[in-house]
């Protein structure tokens, strides 16, 4: 099962107690998430690029 946007968001949100403010938010999880190993490169990169449309920025 791959991971979407919309997962993405529901774990933030399960893992944070609140929203993400911004698309950079759900960036810097979505990193702190590939690097522990919770997700795939393949789906690691799909993301990225679905937050890089959405305005996200690489720090």
Avoid: W
Avoid at 24 to 49: C, M, P, T, W
């Amino acid at each position: 099962m791959r991971l979407t946007l919309e997962g993405l968001i529901q774990k933030f949100v399960e893992e944070k107690e609140h929203k993400p403010a911004s698309a950079n938010d759900l960036l810097d999880f979505l990193k702190r998430g590939y690097i522990q190993g919770k997700l795939s490169f393949v789906e690691y990169r799909k993301l990225i690029q679905e937050l890089d449309q959405r305005g996200a920025t690489m720090a």
